[in-house]
């Protein structure tokens, strides 16, 4: 056989950008999943991020870009639906940056949480730690499925001199 073989391909271009697809809604699917996940328990009774957030925002005195960031968290689960509505409508790049922006977000909450929790556990009071773990790791999923995405979608296009005419 004369001249250098081809690589064999394991999963072709086309069947990539479908795993990568997939990979990305999973991940949003899971930090949308992990905003309801208990976030911390206050007997036997968990509680959501959601409450939370509520319960930060009316007991402490907090500055106003804390509040603005804590109204915000309730729009999480409604912006991952916005950026799945914006992939499919083939705004691939569009959806990609909306989901780091937003990944962005969900991690600096995620992990203030753990740092603003570290230690909690009080008779009346304790952190857990599903929710946020959850969250953090369907972000990183969702990001690493995003961009992983929009890369394959770039090498799966034709160049422009394939559509010029003679």
């Known amino acids: 056989m004369k001249g250098p073989e081809a690589p064999i391909q394991v999963v072709s271009k086309r069947h990539s950008g479908r795993i990568f697809t997939s990979l990305w809604i999973s991940g949003l699917l899971m930090v949308a999943g992990g905003t309801f996940a208990p976030w911390a328990y206050s007997g036997q009774i968990a509680k959501s991020s959601y409450y939370i957030t509520g319960a930060v925002q009316r007991y402490l ?10 109204h915000s968290w309730s729009f999480v689960g ?56 959850l969250t953090v790791v369907g972000g990183l999923v969702a990001a690493a499925g995003a961009a992983a995405h929009t890369v394959s979608a770039r090498d799966r296009q034709k160049p422009l001199t394939q559509f010029a005419t003679p």
Do not use: H
Not at 61 to 70: A, F, G, I, R
Not at 89 to 108: D, E, K, P, S
């Open 61 to 70: 005195d907090l500055p106003q870009w804390v509040e603005t960031l804590l």
């Open 78 to 133: 409604p912006a991952c639906v916005a950026v799945v509505l914006i992939r499919f409508l083939g705004m691939r790049r569009a959806a990609a940056v909306a989901t780091l922006c937003l990944i962005l977000f969900v991690l600096v909450v995620s992990i203030g949480f753990f740092v603003a929790t570290a230690g909690l556990d009080t008779a009346y009071v304790s952190a857990s730690a599903v929710g946020p773990t």
